[in-house]
């Protein structure tokens, strides 16, 4: 009788040792594929995919960086002019978005945190809608998504005067100076853009020839 006894606690704990090892297994490959996602930088086609497909991929070259940030004269939701000149002296955010852009939508609100963070260092965002939706839609995006940094409308111009705009979201960190310091094409993670903000406000580089 005590044998089987015996035998019965050794199955029970064979089981339960067999079924803890296989959750531990699987929470250990899901914490993976976390971190395996959180590492891709996720790209929308800056004209909507059919289908809204997205992709993958590396950031492309940086094209802007440690150059002038071109200058541009833009209309804001609320009808006035913005120009990026009218922020000289201070560290500037300038991103590209589009009201499809589902990346987009999900960094935007970091923006708008990260603006009060460092707002005492000057710390400014000038978002661009680089898409066809009217006005009215546009403005209910941004709404939705809690955003109160300006939200510029694109002209055709502004776009190829920053290398063409092939991928949304596309940020330009543009220090004190007019220069940009970094730029990236999609969604990296909530770190990576602070730690880009942090190098914008830290950094004093040259350049032969600043925005407007």
Known sequence: MKRSALVVVLLIAGISLMLWAGWHNLRERRLAMQKAQESHVILTPAAPAQGGAQAT???????????A???FTLVS???KKVSLADYKGRPVLVNFWATWCAPCKL????FEEFRAKYAGQGFEVLGIAEDDAGKDEIAKA????????PILLTDGKVSPA?????YLPESFYINAKGVVVEQTAGLGSKDEIEANIKKAIAATGTTTAGAE
């Open 107 to 110: 960094e935007m609100p970091w």
């Open 162 to 166: 920053y290398g063409g705009i092939d």
């Open 77 to 79: 939701l609320d009808g």
């Open 57 to 67: 991929e590396s950031n492309p070259e940086p094209q802007l960086r440690g150059k």
């Open 142 to 149: 941004a709404k939705k998504l809690g955003t109160t940094y």
């Open 69 to 71: 940030a071109p200058a």
